[in-house]
């Protein structure tokens, strides 16, 4: 029946009252009223539920990040990594995304007009999001988190925009004389080249360790140090 129908002749004869032909479509309208308005209260409440997740959310993982709890690109101290070919050959302005030194280690290679390598990792130091490279902003590109628009200056990692707290940790890259690029190490964010090398030679390698003038490797570099 529909809400505008009146109600079947009740095969009397008799009359109806104007109010009773009425009062069924009233309280079919007033159900109807109340079923929106418990779906909407519902959808609100979803809503704001799902905002209150996602928030909660970014800030623990914020906290995390902050605090150590959660990993951190180059944190390990397990030695230094082995070394990982990720290319075979990469061209000014390009960029590579690749794993180093673990698979859940997101990392970017790049090389600059200038045939600058740099490696960075591709984990953003705000909020854990993944660092993109943009070939054709500013005059070098640069790196870049689309989450809270972060910024990091493709020579040197460090920030230039947004609200990350710290450079991203390096990457260590060498090339071959056949134009591959591998990755060698990594860096706290940070941290010098040589004192992340240094930190993750330990007594693995002491010759490089050496050659690199590593505090406390087999060589006197305190000798070198006092003749400098």
């Known amino acids: ?11 009397a004869g008799t009359a109806t009252d104007p109010d009773d032909q009425n009062r069924p479509a009233d309280a079919a309208h007033a159900a109807l009223h109340d079923r929106i308005a418990a779906d909407s209260l519902t959808s609100r409440r979803d809503y704001l539920r799902i905002v209150a997740t996602v928030s909660g959310g970014l800030a623990v993982g914020g906290i995390g990040v902050a605090s150590g709890i959660l990993h951190r690109h180059g944190d390990s101290d397990d030695g230094a990594p082995e070394p990982r070919k990720i290319a075979d050959r990469l061209l ?12 859940e280690d ?3 290679a790049v090389r600059l007009a200038d045939g600058t390598l740099a490696g960075y ?6 909020l854990a999001c993944a660092v993109l490279w943009r070939k054709d902003r500013g005059s070098e590109g640069e790196l870049y988190c689309p989450c809270h628009e ?6 040197t990692g460090e920030v230039t925009a947004g ?13 071959e004389v056949d134009g591959s690029v591998w990755a060698v190490g990594t860096t706290r964010s940070g941290e010098g080249v040589r004192e992340g090398l240094c930190r993750q030679l330990g007594d693995e390698r002491p010759g490089l360790a050496e050659r690199l003038g590593c505090p406390g490797a087999a060589g006197a570099p305190a000798e070198r140090s006092r003749r400098t």
């Open 150 to 155: 972060g910024v990091f200056d493709a020579r």
């Open 106 to 108: 997101r990392a970017v």
């Open 121 to 126: 990792s591709a984990v953003c130091t705000h």
């Open 163 to 175: 609200p990350p707290p710290r450079a991203l940790p390096k990457v260590l890259l060498v090339e």
């Open 1 to 11: 029946m529909s809400l505008t129908e009146p109600p079947p002749d009740n095969g």
């Open 92 to 103: 000014p302005g390009d960029s590579i995304a690749f794993r180093y030194p673990d698979e």
